[in-house]
């Protein structure tokens, strides 16, 4: 984004706003109201709660007479190391490229499903650990219920109360020790009587070893697995014995501490599960003998440690206060009233659970988030749980660097440079090219080839080198060098050769992709025929175009602008396929103007260059900017979850503040699990997102949409309150958030307008930088000396002409 033509505006005061300043890991921030709440036990599995420690996940009921805690481990997947090519492709490419060519378009669709491949292997589950509690149903008073997910503890409780009794159950995940951990108690002596045991939909089977340990391991194929539960209960308090069918009977104990650990046999994506020599089960042993030697207050203060280092890097408050805030609403109910209430807290706390929800199921070391992060309650869940690169797993990793989580998007790299091996091969042999390539769907043995079927969804060879965006982004925002060099560089490279060689000169002297597909749409060729493939698609041409601007930056950075590939980069540039506009003023998602038989298609691919991209801004390419909003208002805001929170980010990106929050507002509708086909896109009541069913991508596009709401960044110039709906959120501020350049902003407004804000960079190759500051129409250059920040406050005369800093 450049500067555009604004006015500098004016500073009532400089001084320095510590009280802004990001929160270390000692600072303990007051966040905005954090806790989901529950007035019953869970219905249905999208009214439970989730808790993960990156690999292991797990969703608690909350029932009183009996307790489900469904299981998911992130590497327990169907399937083995795959062949991801296709011999043949070649030939079959060439006939699509030349029906292309003729301009046979419903040909080229029928003749390019030769180039399909084999569908995604699928995600499964675990299992579950049972409770089953002493029968008192009689004396359960349902007033004194409750269940809760603490967002700033990443602890689910469950409380309740029969007879005289107050029974009291705390959950959590823990990243450094890799386990769940559940603790279960009563408010009077020898109290607490339940039995325990672990089940699964897998072929498993169960047994209680000697040391009071329940072994669940998988007897069938594939990818094999082990959960250990250990339990520990009060000392010379109540007794623990062993049923045949390998439950654990404990009765009359003060309180019990169950830990679930897991582990399975998958040693990467190279590695079949036959050959594996791990053994899951004795790796669940000695882990639970590791964790013998802490207490359960040292396994949650470990806990506490790790995630609130991350998670309260960032806080936020879109009011003064809420009504609901301090009374206990249930959370179901909060988002029934949202059409009406417009409730700034319920929006704070799905901002806040994106966040947790990322740092719960991708952490480094694990597999990246799939389409359900890591909780599913199906053997085979909806499209597999399978990674989709043509925006699902994108959207999974876009809060990661604006919300203050840069660690999280680790196993995203490390999946990217899995892809590159596997997509070496089929880049090779199904398109004789160079590089690496990976299209619409994957899975965890690093899948490349195409999907199975039509060439609507099949046929997009994009997939990583979308992904391959992130790289670049995550140096922007780090800034590390190191990281540019050694794994974002080479990856670059690996795409960009093959891009140059999948190119070829087509009309008018352009450089053309052909075959070419905008993700899951058809059009109607000019001979009235439904089509899907073409050439040059607008998403094509954005992302090379991205991809190509990011390598010519990251050579600059690394001192390789000389480089044959980044001469022959440059040389390309000027020969891609401009972004075109339709004749009714919207931008053309094809390269030609085809007719779209459905205008409010859940995909806006077209857009691309507008968000995430940066091909298209309001400062730079004023008409592209006007002809996106043109395409945002035909696609309309209907949509799945997913397509919600992206149309939100769009129109954040184009400082539209009325449509995006419009967007955010269409997101808060309460979907029923027993009606889903009544519903597009809503929120369960946990606030997991729904497509439906459920999907993970839009509870991480939403925080990544509200952040861009508040702060849009370059390398150089920051955007403060770009698309804050004022009349909605009219008094708040943000802590933490980040900003390209290793930047962390703070800010604060008040009746709508900016009132302080400060920017802190920890970069440590430039002593300083100059930055361009952005609010409304008004501009400042300042310069930022590493480390010691810039806080600015801007109270009296904001619309006075002011002077530079």
Not at 443 to 466: C, F, N, Q, Y
Not at 597 to 624: A, Y
Request: proline content about 5%.
């Amino acid at each position: 984004m450049g500067t555009g033509r604004m006015k500098p505006f004016g500073f009532g005061h400089l001084r320095s706003f510590d009280h802004l300043a990001p929160p270390s890991a000692a600072f303990v921030v007051v966040l905005s109201p954090s806790l989901f709440r529950f007035n019953g036990e869970a219905k249905h599995w999208t009214e439970a709660l989730p808790v993960g420690n990156g690999r292991l996940g797990g969703m608690v009921w909350g029932g009183v007479l009996s307790e489900t805690i469904n299981l998911n481990d992130d590497t327990l997947w169907t399937g083995s190391p795959g062949n991801y090519t296709n011999p043949d492709a070649p030939e079959a490419l060439a006939e699509v490229r030349k029906l292309v060519n003729d301009g046979k378009y419903a040909q080229a669709t029928t003749s390019a499903v030769k180039l399909s491949g084999e569908p995604s292997n699928a995600y499964q589950l675990l299992g579950d650990i049972k409770l089953e509690f002493q029968k008192g149903d009689s004396d359960y008073d349902d007033t004194t219920y409750r269940r809760e997910l603490d967002l700033n503890t990443a602890t689910v409780t469950v409380a309740y109360s029969i007879g005289e009794v107050e029974f009291t159950r705390e959950h959590f995940a823990s990243y450094p020790d890799q386990v769940i951990v559940s603790k279960i108690s009563g408010n009077k002596s020898a109290s607490l009587s339940f039995d325990v045991f672990l089940d699964s939909k897998i072929s498993h089977r169960a047994s209680v070893n000697d040391q009071n340990q329940i072994v669940m391991e998988r007897t069938d194929g594939g990818i094999k697995f082990s959960a250990v539960l250990d339990l520990r209960i009060s000392d010379g308090v109540g007794t623990i014995s062993v049923f045949e069918d390998n439950k654990i009977k404990v009765e009359g104990c003060d309180w019990a501490v169950i830990l679930l650990v897991a582990s399975s046999s998958f040693e990467g994506p190279f590695t079949n599960p036959s050959d594996s020599k791990k053994d899951p089960t004795a790796d669940c042993l000695k882990q639970v003998e590791t964790l013998k030697t802490y207490s359960y207050d040292q396994l949650y203060s470990r806990h506490l440690d790790d995630y609130q280092n991350l998670f309260h890097r960032v806080s936020i408050k879109l009011s003064k206060s809420s009504k609901l805030t301090d009374s206990y609403v249930p959370t179901s109910e909060r988002i029934k009233s949202f059409k009406t209430d417009e409730d700034p807290s319920l929006v704070e706390l799905l901002f806040q659970y994106g966040r947790y929800l990322l740092i719960s199921c991708s952490r480094p070391g694990t597999q990246p988030a799939n389409l359900q992060g890591i909780w599913n309650d199906k053997v085979t869940p909806p499209w597999d749980g399978a990674p989709h690169l043509n925006i699902n797993l994108q959207m999974n990793y876009w809060p990661s660097l604006p919300c203050n989580l840069h660690e999280c998007q680790y196993p995203l790299f490390d999946f990217i440079q899995n892809l590159s091996v596997n997509g070496s091969k089929t880049a090779k042999v199904n398109y004789e090219a160079n590089g690496w390539v990976a299209h619409q769907v994957s899975d965890i043995w690093a899948k490349t080839s195409p999907d199975r079927g039509e060439a609507v969804w099949a046929l997009w060879p994009m997939g990583g080198a979308w992904l391959c965006t992130h790289l670049w982004e995550h140096y922007t925002y780090t800034m590390n060098k190191d990281f540019l060099a050694t794994k974002a560089y080479p990856l670059l490279q690996g795409c960009v050769l093959f891009l140059l060689d999948w190119l070829i000169e087509g009309q008018d002297g352009y450089l053309q992709t052909n075959p070419s597909t905008s993700p899951e749409h058809m059009f109607t060729a000019p001979d009235g025929q439904p089509a899907s493939v073409s050439f040059s698609t607008t998403m094509d041409m954005s992302i090379i175009k991205e991809i190509f601007s990011a390598i010519v930056s990251a050579a600059e950075v690394l001192g390789k602008s000389d480089d044959d590939l980044i001469k022959k980069v440059v040389e390309s540039q000027s020969k891609l396929y401009p972004t075109k506009i339709a004749k009714d003023g919207s931008i053309m998602e094809w390269a030609q103007d085809f007719v779209d038989p459905d205008v409010h298609h859940r995909h806006i691919s077209h857009l691309f260059g507008l968000f995430p991209g940066h091909t298209i801004t309001p400062e730079n390419t004023p008409q592209l900017s006007k002809a996106a909003e043109s395409t945002l208002t035909k696609r309309g805001n209907t949509g799945p979850g997913w397509s919600t929170t992206w149309k939100a980010a769009s129109w954040a990106r184009l400082h539209n503040s009325e449509h995006a929050y419009e967007m955010i507002k269409h997101l808060f509708d309460l979907v029923d699990p027993e009606n889903e086909s009544n519903y597009e896109g809503g929120l369960y009541s946990n606030l997991f997102t729904a497509h439906p069913p459920f999907q993970i991508d839009a509870n991480f596009g939403f925080s990544a949409a509200l952040s861009e709401m508040l702060i849009q960044s370059t390398v150089t110039e920051f955007y403060l309150l770009p698309a804050l709906p004022r009349h909605k959120w009219s008094n708040g501020s943000v802590k933490g958030l980040k900003a390209r350049a290793n930047t962390t902003v703070s800010i604060s407004w008040s009746d709508g307008d900016l009132q302080e804000f400060s920017l802190r960079t920890d970069d440590r190759e430039n002593q300083s930088f100059t930055k361009t500051i952005h609010y409304k129409e008004s501009s400042v250059v300042a310069t930022m000396a590493t480390g010691k920040g810039l806080a600015i406050s801007v109270i009296e005369d904001i619309k006075k002409e002011g002077k530079g800093i």
